[in-house]
């Protein structure tokens, strides 16, 4: 086993996201070298609970203080993921929060999700739903002669407020947490802060 941090840190160099977007003082690696197999694998931060995110390496964005502090959301928002592809990355931490489908963005794009519903967010407390392929592709790099397949998360901290949990109804897609409330929606703007870029590298035996 060997830890994925630095991989993951070339993955990200690969993006070319303005280093500006992200505070280094909070990055942590989740991997079996790093976090050890007796650590918590879920956590009651404010509550509910949220899955730890192991194996993924964190790296931590940089949140607008006035606002964090102004609202206190890292003791009474909670925790949740938010998986998207990396052509929305830039995008998305430029916004400062997780924008709704068809939002005009700060950088004068459009935001564009092939959803049916276009008028909530969806968030989970669970890396592993928000890590399916559907919401978060596969990108096959080859780093130092050997690819892998990267995934991306944001790591996010919501507002309790107005969310709607309901069933995934993919049962058995996350061991750690009930699937009658893993999936979580809201209609409420400026209520899904990225506080942290995840990236997963899986190693893969043939290209």
Excluded: M
């Excluded at 407020?161 to 897609?173: D, H, Q, R, T």
Aim: hydrophobic share 30%.
């Amino acid at each position: 086993v060997e830890c994925p941090k630095q991989i993951c840190f070339q993955y990200l160099k690969k993006l070319h996201l303005n280093k500006k977007y992200f505070n280094t003082r909070h990055n942590k690696c989740y991997c079996s070298i790093c976090y050890k197999p007796s650590e918590p694998k879920v956590l009651p931060v404010v509550n509910p609970k949220y899955t730890v995110p192991i194996d993924w390496v964190s790296f931590g964005i940089q949140v607008d203080k006035a606002f964090a502090s102004n609202n206190q959301i890292f003791k009474k928002w909670y925790t949740t993921f938010y998986g998207t592809s990396k052509d929305k990355l830039n995008d998305i931490i430029h916004n400062r929060f997780i924008p709704f489908p068809g939002d005009d963005l700060l950088s004068g794009r459009k935001f564009t999700l092939n959803l049916p519903d276009q008028h909530h967010i969806y968030t989970s407390p669970s890396i592993n739903y928000s890590s399916l392929d559907h919401v978060s592709p596969a990108d096959k790099v080859d780093i130092n002669n050997q690819w892998y397949d990267f995934q991306v998360v944001l790591q996010c901290k919501q507002n309790p407020a107005y969310i709607e949990k309901k069933s995934s109804g993919k049962p058995n897609v996350c061991n750690l947490l009930p699937d009658a409330k893993i999936q979580w929606k809201t209609d409420q703007r400026s209520s899904v802060v990225p506080c942290s870029l995840l990236i997963r590298a899986t190693k893969r035996s043939t290209v």
